[in-house]
């Protein structure tokens, strides 16, 4: 094998080492790791649904999602950051408990 290539593979292997889903201990990867339920009672993560009945688990971002705790922020908790608003959940239901509405969407901070 050419000399030349020996560190642009090192470089690659590396590369695709370190990408925030393969080390466990992202917020990236400890994210996509949690069930519903440690995802809406993270501070770090965030409860997404990307079609109905459907919901992902990812790393918070922006100073709206950071710190806002699905499971426990409010509207004056959220909107008390400045730039921030909340968006009520429309028949969301937390998997540890019995509702009558269930399937829609979580609670959300968002960037105003």
């Known amino acids: 094998m050419p000399?030349?290539?020996?560190?642009?593979l090192a470089a690659f292997a590396l590369a695709c080492s370190s990408s925030p889903t393969s080390n466990p201990d992202t917020p990236a990867a400890r994210c996509a790791q949690?069930?519903?339920?440690?995802?809406i009672n993270s501070a770090e993560c965030t409860l997404v649904q990307p079609a109905p009945g459907t919901y992902f688990c990812?790393?918070?971002?922006?100073?709206?999602?950071?710190?806002?705790?699905?499971?426990?922020?409010?509207?004056?908790?959220?909107?008390?950051?400045?730039?921030?608003?909340?968006?009520?959940?429309d028949c969301y239901c937390p998997p540890d408990v019995v509702c009558v509405c269930g399937g829609g969407p979580p609670p959300q901070c968002v960037e105003a």
Request: net charge negative.
């Open 34 to 39: 949690a069930s519903e339920l440690a995802c």
């Open 3 to 8: 000399t030349i290539l020996i560190p642009i």
């Open 58 to 89: 990812r790393e918070a971002v922006g100073h709206c999602e950071i710190g806002f705790v699905q499971n426990q922020g409010t509207k004056q908790t959220c909107e008390a950051e400045p730039g921030c608003a909340y968006v009520t959940p």
